[in-house]
């Protein structure tokens, strides 16, 4: 794939725990982007970023936080995890322009 | 708000037919659509991204058609395979190439 790391993988966590999911990329791309996936529901934004220290919120930002102080790296944490949480949560990276998203092989996440 | 509608929900097909998945979307105002497959458990695949002043691309056995003003793309797939069995997804970019996503479409092409 197009050199796009999530950390952890898998995670099970309780109600009310703080939670955070890591995106590494080196293809060196400048923008970055974190989605849930949900039966019936498809793929939705939750943030996005299109720079370094530059973060935007997406459809479904609420209870979700990001963080990006490196190209690389693409943080998004749950700052208490809810039940309504349980997903699992894709990053994806794109040049800017009429460029493709890459994806990555995603973080199953369940809060318990 | 954009919304994005992909018909149908769920197709099988015998092995070697040519088929065609629709994605329709409300607002007409995109930049470019990207055509994705998602395996089981497996991240997305970009197939195909057609700009906004674009007709169609292709790849290899794979056409998208484009008509912004109506609000619609195709996906054809000629002479099917079951290695093409997936979740086809279509998403409409805009500004900062964000996405919104249909629900896919899952494709079981029986041998």
């Known amino acids: 794939d197009a050199g796009i790391t999530q950390s952890p993988r898998h995670k099970v966590t309780e109600t009310g725990t703080p939670v955070t999911l890591r995106c590494h990329q080196t293809?060196?791309?400048?923008?970055m982007y974190w989605y849930r996936q949900d039966p019936g529901h498809g793929l939705r934004l939750i943030h996005y970023?299109?720079?370094?220290?530059?973060?935007d919120k997406g459809e479904v930002s609420d209870g979700y936080s990001v963080s990006r102080s490196k190209t690389e790296d693409f943080l998004l944490t749950l700052e208490s995890a809810t039940s309504s949480q349980t997903s699992v949560y894709f990053c994806?990276?794109?040049?800017?322009?009429?460029?493709?998203?890459?994806f990555g092989d995603g973080t199953r996440l369940s809060i318990l | 708000k954009q919304e994005v509608t992909q018909i149908p929900a769920a197709l099988s097909v015998p092995e070697g037919e040519n088929l065609v998945l629709n994605c329709s979307f409300t607002d007409s105002a995109i930049y470019n659509l990207q055509w994705f497959r998602q395996d089981p458990g497996k991240g997305l695949t970009s197939l195909l991204l057609?700009?906004?002043?674009?007709r169609e691309q292709t790849s290899g056995r794979l056409n998208a058609s484009l008509d912004k003003s109506s609000g619609r793309s195709t996906l054809y797939i000629a002479a099917s395979q079951p290695g093409d069995s997936a979740t086809y997804l279509c998403a409409p970019g805009g500004a900062t190439n964000k996405l919104i996503f249909g629900t896919g479409t899952l494709l079981a092409v029986q041998p």
């Open positions: 994806a990276i794109s040049e800017p322009g009429d460029q493709p998203q890459h």
């Open positions: 057609i700009q906004s002043s674009q």
């Open positions: 970023s299109y720079g370094v220290k530059d973060t």
């Open positions: 293809e060196n791309h400048r923008y």
